[in-house]
């Protein structure tokens, strides 16, 4: 009788793929930037696919995908339906995920224009006339807001997704994150014109910090009042025009801020 014991077969780990679009690479650096955090993330799955970070490609289906960049060509539209049909999880990741990013400036103009005057040959350029979030295209199962992400709350995410609980990102504004580090409102204080009112936190609350008014890169925050703060800055000396740009930043395509935008650039007009 034979005492050879079956070695057991290791249980496969959960297999995580980064993706890119039109973006600038910096969520994904922002995950590289995790450092040790981001060795024990390496540990817990495989990493399938991740050009930014190794030559390994491996095929799907995978269990968790970050996608960067907003949707800005006929071949990514194709893309990211794949990657979707491939995916358990999909995550996108950074304001032009989520929002179109500062491309979608496009999305108020002729984009035809734009490459006529930049390209000596345009009509090698396919391009579509709208840089859009990826949840225009497919499912998204959460998003990640920023420009660029917060490396902590993207292990975050990626950890709670392997165990099996919903992520918690915050919803509030950044002006609680002024509070919390005992930032004097630079509004009152020195009317300076902030998004800070109507943003999602997630950076710390950083331009205020250093007398800079918020950009609006996470984008709107749960419930914004997005017409309330215009008519504030208003008050301030900032034009219908103005405040319209304000509007159309990092995160100007997101539904809340685009219309906001909209709003004033009709009082302009």
Not at 76 to 104: D, F, M, V, W
Not at 165 to 184: D, G, L
Not at 234 to 249: F, H, N, P
């Amino acid at each position: 009788m034979s005492t050879q014991k079956t070695k057991r077969a290791e249980p496969s780990k959960p297999k995580l793929a980064v993706f890119k679009f039109a973006s600038c690479d910096g969520c994904q650096l922002s995950l590289l930037d995790a450092e040790e955090a981001l060795l024990d993330v390496a540990g817990a799955v495989e990493i399938a696919y991740f050009v930014e970070a190794r030559d390994r490609r491996l095929s799907g289906p995978y269990d968790v995908t970050l996608v960067e960049g907003s949707i800005s060509t006929p071949e990514q539209a194709r893309e990211i339906r794949e990657i979707r049909r491939q995916s358990k999880y999909l995550i996108a990741i950074g304001a032009c995920a989520t929002a179109g990013g500062i491309q979608a400036l496009r999305n108020w103009r002729d984009v035809d224009e734009f490459i006529n005057i930049v390209y000596a040959h345009p009509q090698y350029i396919d391009t579509l006339a709208t840089s859009v979030p990826i949840s225009d295209y497919v499912q998204v199962d959460f998003e990640l807001r920023g420009c660029p992400i917060n490396k902590h709350q993207l292990l975050e995410v990626i950890t709670s997704l392997l165990i099996g609980r919903q992520p918690r990102t915050p919803t509030h504004s950044v002006c609680i994150e002024c509070k919390r580090r005992a930032t004097p409102c630079i509004m009152v204080t020195q009317g300076t014109a902030c998004l800070g009112p109507v943003t999602q936190a997630g950076c710390g609350a950083i331009c205020p910090a250093y007398n800079r008014g918020c950009y609006g890169c996470y984008g709107p925050m749960e419930a914004p009042n997005t017409e309330s703060l215009g008519l504030h800055l208003q008050t301030l000396g900032m034009g219908a025009d103005e405040i319209s740009r304000l509007y159309r930043g990092f995160s100007g395509y997101a539904e809340a801020f685009r219309l906001a935008s909209d709003r004033f650039e009709e009082v302009t007009a």
